[in-house]
């Protein structure tokens, strides 16, 4: 009997397979699945009711059987599911808008709308902006970087279907709607060359509770927020964000930075003037990636230094990836000294958990070397595996006239499970050979050295010590150094994307 059960079961379990492997379920027997008839339908009607979903709807739809896995991909193949709407300098935008609005709308996957003309009017930017409203966009963009004055958009009045919103070089209005709802769809947003206020910015966020992107590029925001308005509001699920030559304009007197709290922030990358960040981040943020880049040619004073701590999560043990500036590895060692300043030394002086570090070397000075080994001995990060140095293609500094010292490292201890070293923009220079002798020297463990550089064959380098000289030829022979004059691919940083060339 009990083999009789399990070859029913056993049976069953076939059919139901067979089914999922058609699409659609095959009533056989008294113990066969229930019949699924939606299933049944042509791939074509079946595509056709993805259409009429969400995004994230139609992909959960695969779970129905396999004969719906991946189905949803194939609803775009109809061209009407995105709109691709480029002005020319001569095109109307009128003549558009009626060829638009003259056919019946249906829901839309993607609008994108891109205006090469110099004086595009406020009301047709609206139509065409009602337009995908009324087609409930999932991911509109809008690119005005080509027109003059400032128009606006008005999130509000968008699709409550929107997931993705991009705009360039458009201002957002004011948030005061009586009637205005959140836009729980809204996952991401990418602002280019906008124009806002703090306090319009803090609405936005309001509207956006299930936000997990934000990307700020070259965007300026006015109005510093002063006492209880400089808390913004709590974003749950933000988990990345990204701010690029973003500036806040003048700080008046009791203005602070917008507090932002995001527990879920993973990922926050800046690039921008010292300090000029509008909003701070949460305390109890746990980052796994840090990119910070500060552009300042001149060393700030101590006491802004001395508040970089209040910009930064409480505790960064569970950051795995950092990418820091010459520049910052300046202010961290002068914050290392700093008694004042014991809250931020806190924070870096135990990174056990970074696994790679990049270094932008934006400039190179006497002391560069000596800065890395105290920043590296400092932040104790005993566990790096991977290590970037991005030189600088010229120095206005004679690189010739930078020695240092072999002690300048950090100890065997510090960079033992260093077991990748990738130079970048590596032109034989004295300074430079010094460099990778010493990590040569130092990492113990150290598996694969690239260097990229114009010259693949070692150059003729003065002053140099003979020991070090030696010491790189003997790793080039044995294939320890690898030489290339292209940027491998396969050996990128986490940050491959960088905000300032060097």
Not at 433 to 453: E, F, M
Request: proline share 6%.
């Amino acid at each position: 009997m009990a083999l009789e059960s399990g070859g029913g079961a056993a049976a069953t379990r076939a059919k139901r397979r067979r089914a999922d492997e058609q699409g659609k379920d095959v009533a056989e027997g008294p113990e066969a699945a229930p019949a699924c008839h939606i299933s049944a339908l042509p791939d074509d009607l079946r595509r056709r009711i993805l259409t009429h979903l969400p995004l994230k709807d139609a992909i959960r739809s695969g779970a129905l059987a396999r004969g719906w896995r991946d189905l949803w991909k194939s609803r775009w193949a109809d061209p009407t599911s995105s709109r691709d709407i480029h002005l020319l300098p001569g095109d109307n935008p009128r003549k558009v808008l009626e060829s638009l609005e003259s056919v019946p709308r249906r829901r839309l996957d993607r609008f994108s709308f891109v205006s090469d003309r110099e004086k595009l009017r406020q009301p047709h930017l609206k139509r065409f902006l009602a337009y995908a409203a009324g087609c409930r966009v999932e991911d509109l963009r809008v690119d005005l970087s080509r027109c003059h004055g400032r128009l606006t958009f008005h999130l509000p009045l968008s699709s409550p279907l929107l997931a993705h919103l991009s705009l360039r070089n458009v201002d957002i209005c004011h948030m005061y709607y009586k009637r205005a709802r959140p836009f729980y769809a809204l996952e991401s947003i990418h602002l280019h060359s906008v124009k806002n206020t703090s306090v319009k910015f803090s609405k936005v966020m309001e509207f956006c509770p299930r936000l997990h992107t934000l990307d700020l590029r070259r965007c300026h925001f006015s109005g510093m927020l002063c006492g209880a308005n400089a808390c913004g509001p709590v974003m749950p699920n933000l988990r990345r964000i990204t701010v690029e030559e973003c500036y806040s304009g003048e700080v008046t007197r009791g203005a602070v930075p917008l507090n932002l709290p995001a527990p879920s922030l993973r990922s926050f990358r800046y690039s921008g003037r010292f300090l000029d960040c509008f909003f701070c981040l949460a305390n109890n943020a746990a980052l796994t990636d840090l990119y910070i880049c500060f552009e300042n040619t001149i060393f700030p004073d101590p006491q802004p230094i001395g508040h970089l701590s209040f910009y930064f999560p409480r505790d960064l043990t569970g950051l795995s990836v950092l990418t820091i500036s010459s520049n910052d590895v300046r202010i961290v060692c002068s914050v290392f000294n700093m008694r004042a300043t014991s809250e931020w030394t806190k924070k870096m002086n135990n990174l056990r958990s970074l696994r790679e570090l990049q270094l932008l070397m934006l400039g190179i000075e006497k002391d560069s070397l000596v800065n890395i080994g105290l920043f590296l001995k400092a932040c104790n990060c005993s566990n790096l595996e991977r290590l970037f140095v991005q030189l600088p293609a010229t120095s206005d500094v004679p690189l010739e006239d930078l020695v240092e010292e072999a002690q300048v490292l950090p100890p065997e201890d510090v960079i033992a499970n260093l077991r990748m070293v990738k130079v970048m923009n590596f032109n034989w220079r004295r300074f430079e050979v010094i460099l990778v002798s010493l990590l040569l020297r130092k990492a113990t463990s150290l598996h694969k050295l690239l260097l990229v550089s114009p010259n693949i064959n070692p150059q003729h380098v003065p002053d140099v010590q003979e020991a070090d000289l030696s010491l790189l030829k003997e790793a080039l022979a044995c294939g320890r150094i690898i030489v290339s004059k292209s940027d491998d691919l396969a050996t990128q940083p986490f940050h491959s994307e960088v905000f300032i060339k060097v």
